[in-house]
T-cell receptor
């Protein structure tokens, strides 16, 4: 089966600019996650969707980050405006509703903010 | 939030030896743990998981041990191969929501280097 797709793979922007990332989960997976992975650290959850509803966005910096999953399939994550500390890899993952807990990760989008 | 950490940031082993990667967690309510492998430029890849009602689980060349008394998790890789070189993360579930899946708290990671 096809894996989790993400685009773009790389993005370089200047601070205060806006950027958007796209994720297409594995077909049929109801749950979708966005993680931020700063260099040398483990991924940190930003937001979790179940179908098109938000389950957990407690660690999402809502003053500048937003995410949506219209129609419960693809998802976009936006940063507006970007800061230097947003430089990281943004990972999208998906998992079946239940009973599996395993999350399948995409290759990530590497963001560099100058 | 609760901390999931690793004892060693780097581990170097010779090809063919066994590797042991350790992880400490602090949330005694965690009931599910996973080990992921991440190669350079790729997303994390599932290796093995274990529930808190177990103390050992085996996969192909990998074994996860869970000691709830001391809140310690370890990943053992038998006959380590060059392809095992990667960063390994332990992760615990953030909370229980059986209707929507489990988001994870990841540790910082251990870099495993396999030398010939």
């Amino acid at each position: 089966e096809a894996g989790v797709a993400q685009s773009p793979r790389y993005k370089i922007i200047e601070k205060r600019q806006s950027v958007a990332f796209w994720c297409n989960p594995i077909s049929g997976h109801a749950t979708l996650y966005w993680y931020q992975q700063i260099l040398g650290q483990g991924p940190k959850l930003l937001i979790q969707f179940q179908n098109n509803g938000v389950v957990d966005d407690s660690q999402l910096p809502k003053d500048r980050f937003s995410a949506e999953r219209l129609k419960g399939v693809d998802s976009t994550l936006k940063i507006q405006p970007a800061k230097l500390e947003d430089s990281a890899v943004y990972l999208c993952a998906s998992s079946p509703r239940s009973p599996a807990h395993e999350q399948f990760f995409g290759p990530g989008t590497r963001l560099t903010v100058l | 939030g609760e901390n999931v950490g690793l004892h060693l940031p780097t581990l170097s082993v010779q090809e063919g030896d066994n590797s042991i990667i350790n992880c400490a967690y602090s949330n005694s309510a965690s009931d599910y743990f996973i080990w992921y492998k991440q190669e350079s430029g790729k997303g994390p890849q599932f290796i093995i998981d274990i529930r808190s009602n177990m103390d050992k689980r085996q996969g192909q060349r990998v074994t996860v041990l869970l000691n709830k008394t001391v809140k310690h998790l370890s990943l053992q890789i038998a006959a380590t191969q060059p392809g095992d070189s990667a960063v390994y993360f332990c992760a615990e579930n953030r909370g229980q929501n059986s209707n929507s899946g489990y988001a994870l708290n990841f540790g910082k990671g251990t870099s495993l280097l396999v030398t010939p």
